[in-house]
């Protein structure tokens, strides 16, 4: 069978004749074979989105929210079967598939009960007979656009507040995990929701971009690459009313000191850089190290980087599983060879792993393992400025004081996560203060983040934080609601109210 979109409470094949592959990159084999949306399918769910908005947000807060409970259970009690779901369809290791199921069911539970916390503002007025309220209104149309690498968290980062504040959405899967999103969209229909509330259309970029172009769109939430995020963003610039925010990639880096702890400063740079090989958002791809500390950082980083576990995902001794697909592998291995042009020193080179290193049945898997070098930080190569989504790390060593290092931390036109590791904590402030990222972590790998927290980036990172608390702003207009309860109209800023006439 051929899975279908879900538009205004039905499943439908679409206007569109081509139909998409989800492969498992792991293994090569098909999961499942999906309608291609197009123009006209994104069309017709942001109508029905449109039309079920008046009703939609009639409902409370807390009736909204009912809906979402029905999906938070089923989450949890399907959380290995998913788990392997998403482990399957975007080769995160099991450990990784499952939390990304239980990262879903977090920001589900965030949205859903945060439906009976206050909502909006009572706010001072210089006129005691006034009251003062910042009260809230959802936006409506809500266009989610979201990647392959939380397939099941990052739809319900986006699409969990944006119904409970009470907006419609239509959301496009990433083309690489269908299969997810044909499970999530099963679960919104099981959940009773109202027709036309959650539409959901399969598809690639073109129907992303239809999305962003569609006049019933109020508000885009995307969440995936720097090029496609730019590009959504001065679209949707350009359109009145019409408001984006968008998370993106990021070149992060970890600042390891001449006070850190070794063990400390290793297993930070090994999850940050190797988990999901290398292809979160978040992950590290320079590690910036004083040296005093940095022949002994770089023996133990080396050391582990040439063992690390790389094989099927499925497996729970795995640490690697393999890249999305084998577009990836040949960009990583692009990048690989661009260091070896600008002049690295390659430490680890794993890019073609032996023949033994792969597990048997996965041949066609789409494998790579880390890629290690050493460079210079102020030589200015692009492959310790651009962010290459895999397991390619550069060492950059650096001598002088904390300033120095977050210096050249700074040095990359991203923003997104970092880290430093220092058991002084003086250096550690003085990186929380000038270290240009959204998300910094003292002590600790750069990835990881939980869903209570906001999400997002500064610079070429993101203009917005499609997470938890930070969408309500991208999701919802305020409004400045002022009262009188006196007969008398009394003005602030001393205005005079009375009206005067010729006749005085
Ligand atoms: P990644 O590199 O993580 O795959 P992308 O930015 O390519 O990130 O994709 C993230 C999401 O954006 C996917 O759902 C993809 O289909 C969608 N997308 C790709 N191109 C466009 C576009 N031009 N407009 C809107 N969405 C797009």
């Known amino acids: 069978m051929t899975y279908q979109h879900y ?31 197009t123009e006209a399918d994104v069309r017709e769910a942001t109508a029905a989105a449109d039309e079920a908005f008046e009703a939609w947000r009639d409902l409370s807060h807390i009736d909204r929210a009912e809906y979402l409970w029905d999906i938070y259970h089923e989450l949890k009690e399907r959380h290995r079967e998913l788990g392997e779901v998403v482990t399957k369809e975007c080769g995160k290791e099991i450990s990784e598939g499952k939390a990304d199921v239980t990262e879903a069911w977090h920001m589900v539970e965030w949205a859903a009960g945060d439906a009976r916390h206050p909502k909006g503002d009572v706010v001072p007025s210089e006129i005691p007979s006034k009251d003062a309220y910042m009260r809230r209104k959802p936006r409506g149309v809500v266009g989610c656009i979201t990647p392959w690498n939380f397939p099941v968290a990052i739809p319900f980062w986006h699409m969990a507040v944006s119904l409970v504040e009470g907006n419609t959405a239509v959301w496009k899967p990433a083309e690489q995990t269908p299969w ?51 590009e959504i963003a001065s679209e949707v610039a350009s359109d009145p009313g019409k408001l984006a925010a968008c998370e993106m990639g990021g070149k992060n880096g970890i600042v390891i000191t001449e006070q850190a702890d070794l063990d400390i400063a290793v297993h930070s740079a090994v999850m940050s850089s190797f988990k999901t090989t290398g292809q979160r958002c978040v992950s590290s791809e320079r590690l910036i190290v004083h040296e005093d500390v940095y022949d002994e950082f770089k023996e133990r980083f080396v050391e582990v980087a040439e063992k690390v576990a790389v094989g099927d995902p499925l497996d729970d001794s795995t640490f690697m599983g393999p890249a999305i697909e084998a577009e990836h592998i040949e960009k990583i291995r692009k990048y690989n060879d661009l260091a070896r042009e600008e002049g690295v020193n390659v430490l680890v080179d794993r890019t073609e792993l032996d023949d033994e290193e792969i597990p048997e049945g996965h041949e066609d898997g789409h494998w790579v393992g880390p890629f290690v070098y050493e460079a210079d930080p102020d030589a ?69 983040a939980e869903v209570q927290l906001p999400f997002g980036g500064v610079k070429k990172s993101g203009n917005g934080y499609p997470s938890a608390r930070e969408v309500i702003e991208a999701v919802t207009e305020r409004t400045a609601w002022t009262l009188n309860n006196s007969k008398d109209i009394e003005m602030a800023q001393g205005l005079s109210a009375d009206i005067k006439t010729e006749d005085g």
């Open 7 to 37: 538009i205004h409470g039905e499943w439908v094949d679409g206007h569109g004749t081509e139909t998409f592959e989800s492969e498992n990159p792991a293994t090569g084999e098909s999961l499942g074979e999906f309608h291609r949306g």
């Open 180 to 230: 997810c999103g044909q499970i999530i969209a099963e679960m919104f229909e099981e959940s009773g929701i109202p027709d036309g509330v959650f539409n959901m259309v399969q598809g690639f970029g073109d129907a992303g971009a239809a999305i962003v172009d569609d006049d019933h769109v109020d508000t885009v939430l995307f969440t995936g690459s720097a090029e496609v995020g730019h």
């Open 380 to 448: 200015n190569l692009r492959c310790t400025q651009e962010e290459v989504f895999g397991p390619h790390v550069a060492l950059l060593e650096y001598s002088g004081d904390i300033e120095r290092a977050v210096d050249i931390h700074n040095d990359t036109p991203y923003g997104l996560a970092g880290a430093v590791i220092s058991e002084d904590y003086r250096q550690i402030n003085y990186y929380r203060d000038h270290a240009e990222v959204g998300l910094a972590y003292g002590n600790l790998p750069c990835i990881g």
